[in-house]
């Protein structure tokens, strides 16, 4: 070629395509049998590089995404998902243009990044915590940790697929007591509180009722579902207890006798969860049928059903004072995944909404008053994310996420600033409020 004279070469990435497919100008993928896959290549036509026709080079070093890649004696950088169109200056008198056109393709699915810190344009935090004196304590599990509940101050039960009910010092990290009797994965907790006295719900069909200062056998076991337990309430003088399944019914039972006192079915009704009202005798109740029910336990009738929702309800908490509760919707890439405030009195309308999450809402409380200056509700969810929410602007106030994981199954409130968060992957999870720069969530501690 003269000297000083101008050439081009046209170089594009082809995404990967089935045996036999065609790159660019005709030509066609080679096949590495080393390393067992196809390598897209690069055609380099005679008229407009010295060579010959339809010479193919292979992307070997490669790497989009800001990385440098060489051809030859020249350098380029290829940002993600960008045109490039590159100058190169050879060491000869003569000028090369280089078009480089690439196609993310699935690659995209492939980037990694961080959770660790960054902001979003609606002024939310989104932090991953690493907090120096964190403890990992003996696992109180050995498997899916599927619910935990509060038993004191000091105290948790939990219950998950080793079909063992576990109570634990969470202030230690030393198992109180281990129990077996379920047959099948553990699926609630129901505890009465100040006490030493609990519930538990498994897909054995039945519930068990312990008692810590007695022996290692369940109490009371209370026998009638057809399908597996999903829902467990005791009433505030502890008298009662109900019960669901999703076998669409709904039985209330003298915790004395261990007797069914009243049953109630209702058409396409599996129940997900169960939630009695402080002192009242209402009991209220989430759905698979995107329902949510008040139910009245003098008779066990329905009271009252709120505006069915767009997706299932997982999970519902009623406020200390009775005023309003709290229901958990299903979903997936943000559609549905919300948490609803109801009022319960009068009115019963939906109040507000809190939509962040993008995956399933498995879990919500209401936070502690001595948190903050306004009233806050926390919620968990498949996405290992926990949030904090104002609860009456529905302002999402910080996010903590729990990599690694897995779906988060259960929230209880332990004490004034401690959360106790179940996971698929990584046991129990202790969070901790921290005032220090604002409302923010520590993760401190795992069993």
């Not at 047959?183 to 129901?190: L, M, Q, S, Y």
């Not at 890439?333 to 009115?347: M, S």
């Not at 809190?354 to 001595?370: D, I, K, M, N, W």
């Amino acid at each position: 070629m003269p000297s000083g004279s101008a050439s081009s070469v046209g170089l594009s990435f082809q995404p990967d395509r089935p045996a036999g497919g065609y790159g660019a100008r005709g030509g066609r993928k080679r096949r590495s049998w080393r390393e067992g896959r196809w390598e897209p290549s690069l055609s380099l036509s005679r008229s407009r590089l010295p060579g010959r026709r339809g010479e193919r080079v292979p992307l070997a070093g490669l790497a989009l995404g800001g990385v440098t890649s060489s051809l030859g004696k020249h350098n380029f950088q290829q940002p993600h998902g960008m045109l490039l169109r590159c100058h190169l200056k050879r060491a000869l008198p003569q000028k090369v243009s280089c078009r480089f056109c690439a196609v993310m393709g699935k690659l995209q699915s492939k980037l990694k990044y961080s959770t660790y810190k960054y902001s979003r344009p609606d002024g939310f935090r989104d932090e991953r915590i690493q907090t120096k004196a964190f403890q990992e304590y003996s696992p109180a599990h050995v498997d899916t940790v599927s619910v935990v509940a509060a038993l004191n101050s000091d105290l948790c039960v939990s219950g998950g697929k080793d079909k063992t009910v576990v109570a634990y010092n969470w202030r230690t990290g030393n198992v109180v007591k281990r129990l077996k009797g379920h047959e099948h994965e553990i699926t609630k907790i129901a505890c009465i509180h100040k006490s030493g006295q609990f519930f538990s719900a498994s897909r054995d069909k039945t519930v068990m009722m312990w008692d810590l200062q007695g022996s290692s056998q369940p109490r009371q076991q209370f026998s009638g579902h057809t399908m597996v337990v999903t829902g467990l309430a005791v009433s505030p003088d502890t008298s009662q207890l109900c019960t669901g399944s999703r076998d669409n019914t709904l039985l209330l039972w003298d915790v004395g006798t261990g007797q069914c006192a009243e049953r109630a079915s209702v058409s396409r009704n599996l129940v997900t969860h169960l939630c009695w009202v402080p002192r009242e005798p209402y009991i209220l109740q989430t759905s698979e049928d995107k329902t949510i029910r008040l139910w009245d336990s003098r008779g066990l009738q329905v009271a009252h059903i709120f505006p069915a929702k767009q997706h299932i309800q997982t999970y519902c908490e009623v406020s200390e004072d009775g005023h309003k509760c709290i229901s958990c919707s299903s979903g997936f890439g943000g559609e549905g995944c919300e948490a609803t405030l109801w009022d319960l009195r009068q009115t019963r309308n939906r109040i507000c909404e809190y939509e962040g999450h993008f995956q399933t809402v498995a879990s919500c409380v209401f936070l502690p008053r001595a948190l903050a200056l306004m009233p806050v509700i926390a919620t968990s969810s498949h996405d290992c994310k926990v949030k904090i929410w104002n609860q009456d602007s529905g302002a999402c106030l910080f996010t903590l996420s729990l990599d690694g994981s897995g779906p988060l199954t259960s929230l209880a409130v332990a004490d004034t600033v401690s959360l106790l968060c179940a996971s698929f992957s990584r046991g129990i999870r202790l969070l901790r409020v921290d005032h220090s720069r604002g409302l923010e969530l520590q993760e401190v501690a795992g069993f």
